[in-house]
């Protein structure tokens, strides 16, 4: 999008800190109350005959569903739903791109991207700086675009949107740190490094014991529900904080084209089965800022039978 329209977005957006609490599965019950929100009729009937019929299955809300002996699903009952095991997460806004370096930036279009990005809660930093004396961020490449006010950004999604059309675009949804835990996970267990009880890591001897035992841990508990997490958090900020309804995501193969990517490919996963999972539907028809665009259209005519992920609402 335009500079000067990203800068725009991001003042008028709530400066204080944006705590954002998950739990598994809970994007479950954000999709059924949005659902509620707009549905003339909140039988459990007519949710089994629409796309959000699998989310009915899930365990938190099978539940729910026994104490609904009138055949309908209410949004007060899925205001109850908590679980004991939720993360707690910091929500904050960055920036990426420039319409001069659109080749190298992987936007679908010349321009910037705002950034969401989840970060985790400051203990997790306070860990890994009281073991390597850095903060958790140091262990992540600079040039992506993880928060410069939290120290610990475990992911962030790249978005595209125009309000003229009232359409907005997930360019991605990426975890640097998952990635880069893992690696230096192998690293301190590494049987290259002898039995040394340390290993070097930015200039610094560490404990390989320590490390481990740090990576692990935060591995265990995020590996398995940070990209639920992200794109939890950004369907209820694209929805609730920026007022949008129609929600866009690139599907593996057009993405790929449109984005310009020709090295190393993201994790497949996270173009399929993330989007399936939260009951986005395929649709040929690309975002209409995309589609007429003149740079986006020469890539998108480059893609073959492209599609998309939709979210209407």
């Not at 026994?66 to 997460?89: C, F, I, P």
């Not at 928060?147 to 907005?168: P, Y």
């Not at 690696?183 to 009880?197: P, V």
């Amino acid at each position: 999008m335009d500079d000067r329209l990203l800068d725009e977005v991001i003042a008028c957006l709530p400066k204080e800190r944006t705590q954002f609490c998950y739990f598994k599965d809970q994007y479950a019950v954000y999709l059924l109350k949005q659902y509620l929100s707009t549905a003339t009729s909140g039988d459990i009937h007519s949710i089994k005959q629409s796309k959000l019929k699998k989310l009915l299955d899930k365990p938190l809300v099978k539940d729910t569903l026994k104490k609904s002996g009138n055949g309908r699903l209410e949004v007060a009952q899925l205001d109850s739903v908590w679980s004991t095991q939720a993360e707690h997460y910091v929500l904050t806004l960055g920036r990426w791109g420039h319409k001069n370096r659109y080749s190298w930036n992987q936007t679908s279009r010349p321009g910037a991207n705002l950034v969401l990005q989840l970060n985790l809660s400051n203990q997790f930093d306070a860990m890994f700086m009281a073991v390597t004396g850095c903060h958790l961020n140091r262990l992540t490449t600079s040039a992506h675009p993880k928060s410069r006010k939290r120290m610990a950004t475990l992911a962030w999604a790249r978005l595209d949107m125009d309000f003229n059309t009232g359409e907005i675009l997930i360019e991605e949804i990426q975890s640097d740190l998952i990635r880069d835990l893992e690696y230096t996970y192998k690293r301190a267990l590494s049987t290259g490094c002898g039995n040394e009880m340390h290993f070097y890591w930015s200039r610094t001897s560490l404990d390989r014991n320590k490390v481990a035992a740090y990576c692990e841990n935060v591995i265990a508990e995020q590996k398995k529900i940070w990209s639920e997490a992200m794109m939890a958090a950004t369907l209820w900020f694209v929805q609730q904080e920026l007022g949008f309804s129609k929600i866009y995501y690139h599907t593996f193969d057009t993405g790929k084209v449109m984005k310009k990517i020709n090295g190393s490919a993201p994790p497949r996963s996270l173009y399929t089965d993330l989007p399936e999972k939260f009951c986005f539907e395929t649709t040929k028809q690309a975002p209409q800022f995309i589609a007429n665009d003149a740079k986006a259209k020469r890539r998108l005519k480059a893609a073959n039978n492209p599609e998309w992920f939709l979210l209407a609402s």
